[in-house]
């Protein structure tokens, strides 16, 4: 893998003509030691956020033992590049094949289920097994996060009485999980999360091992300043605190976005300027899937040797392929006089970006370079990273 010390020099030195994906795993360090040293129980690291097994040797080394994976290869990608890590397969809907792999094979233990048709599911494809930690996801509200997680999971209240006593008797470890959606903007979404554990907890009255609070601890993003992360996991342990669970209870998250969004960025080229329309050789079937299907805005910074001077404008862009879709509404702040053959560095796509990157229409990118400059935003740098252009631009 080359290494380089800026996105900067990347772009003057190799002027690339496809995109190139940048890693910083400074940033992801960081981010992982953060979790591991201030949040108030264990960190689980969501592997769909982005698979790189160079990431998850990264986050390894800065302590992050657990990981929640959601797919039979996901199991087998952690168990291959981390042998000794703990593996807790957390999505609610499984195959029985890939339960009984899971279990046999790679010896995970750590299961989540929101039916009684799933636990028995389990029971079978584990062959009863006595050393199992079960965590029944509950239906939380979405409702101050940009990303909803609320429609597709979950067992709803009064559906978890039942539940909750028919996985106690077969658990050898409870546990109660949930999902506040991606890019909880308010600490408040735990808090009113917790309070619904409460009732299931007093309504079932069972022994509960583990509570799982999930992901949705957001990043930051233009027009996404979230308040400092100590403040949610300040909500989290207060409201960990009050609940009636074993007095040996475990507290556990699983943060995807916000170990691996600092992670990387991609350095794409500008191939035609239409008004305030971009042609770029990146988008929505490669790292851009967000920016153009839920409009999600990243930061962006023009690269040119000479800072330019012009006027900061709203940006749209248009991807590679030939499908009217490709398209990433923005706007994406840029001066002015951006020009074919500039580049342009797009940031925090280490979360989500280069695991939904597809080579529809044949466009991909495939040079990786490690940089060791300092990511285009951060909730964990001090002082804040000094970039070029980099400021988060807030807007309306």
């Known amino acids: 893998m080359h290494k380089h010390p800026s996105a900067l020099g990347v772009a003057t030195t190799l002027t690339?003509?496809?995109?190139?994906?940048?890693?910083?795993?400074?940033?992801?360090?960081?981010?992982a030691r953060f979790f591991v040293e201030k949040f108030?129980?264990?960190?689980?690291?969501?592997?769909?956020?982005n698979p790189s097994p160079d990431l998850l040797r990264t986050l390894w080394d800065s302590g992050i033992s657990h990981f929640d994976v959601a797919s039979i290869a996901e199991v087998r990608l952690v168990a291959e590049t981390l042998p000794d890590a703990k593996l807790c397969f957390m999505h609610p809907v499984k195959a029985e094949e890939a339960i009984a792999e899971a279990y046999a094979v790679h010896g995970v233990r750590t299961f989540s289920l929101d039916t009684i048709d799933e636990l028995e599911k389990i029971m079978r494809a584990t062959n009863d097994a006595t050393d199992l930690e079960l965590c029944v996801r509950l239906r939380v509200s979405s409702e101050h996060s940009e990303l909803s997680l609320?429609?597709?999971?979950?067992?709803?209240?009064?559906?978890?009485?039942?539940?909750?006593?028919?996985?106690?008797?077969?658990?050898?470890?409870?546990?109660?999980?949930?999902h506040v959606g991606s890019q909880a903007m308010s600490p408040q979404a735990y808090s009113d999360a917790i309070e619904r554990v409460r009732a299931a907890i007093v309504d079932?009255?069972?022994?509960?091992?583990?509570?799982?609070?999930?992901?949705?601890?957001?990043?930051?993003?233009?027009?996404?300043?979230?308040?400092?992360?100590?403040?949610?996991?300040?909500?989290?342990?207060?409201?960990?605190?009050?609940?009636?669970?074993?007095?040996?209870?475990?507290?556990w998250c699983e943060p995807g976005r916000a170990l691996s969004a600092e992670y990387s960025s991609i350095i794409v080229r500008v191939e035609r300027r239409r008004g305030t329309e971009l042609y770029i050789n990146d988008g929505a079937y490669g790292a851009l899937f967000d920016a153009a299907h839920i409009g999600w805005r990243f930061p962006v910074v023009l690269l040119r040797d000479e800072e330019s001077d012009a006027a900061m404008t709203g940006f749209s862009f248009y991807g590679p392929t030939c499908d009217d879709m490709d398209h990433m509404v923005g706007p994406f702040m840029l001066p002015d006089d951006v020009a074919t053959g500039d580049y342009i560095e797009i940031g925090m796509l280490g979360a989500y970006g280069c695991a939904m990157r597809t080579g529809f229409n044949g466009f991909t990118a495939e040079t990786v370079v490690e940089v060791a400059d300092e990511p285009m935003a951060s909730l964990y740098a001090e002082p804040a990273p000094a970039r070029r252009r980099a400021t988060v631009i807030k807007l309306g």
């Not at 190139?20 to 360090?29: D, E, F, G, K, N």
């Not at 039942?162 to 409870?174: N, S």
């Not at 992901?215 to 300040?234: H, Q």
């Open 40 to 49: 108030p129980g264990r960190s689980l690291y969501a592997v769909k956020a």
């Open 150 to 178: 609320a429609s597709k999971f979950g067992a709803e209240l009064g559906e978890t009485r039942e539940l909750l006593m028919a996985t106690r008797q077969a658990a050898d470890a409870l546990g109660i999980c949930f």
């Open 16 to 31: 690339p003509a496809a995109p190139v994906t940048l890693i910083r795993p400074q940033a992801a360090a960081r981010a």
């Open 204 to 251: 079932a009255a069972v022994t509960v091992d583990i509570i799982d609070v999930g992901g949705g601890f957001p990043s930051v993003y233009p027009g996404m300043e979230p308040v400092a992360l100590e403040n949610y996991f300040d909500a989290i342990h207060r409201g960990f605190e009050s609940l009636p669970v074993s007095y040996s209870s475990e507290l």
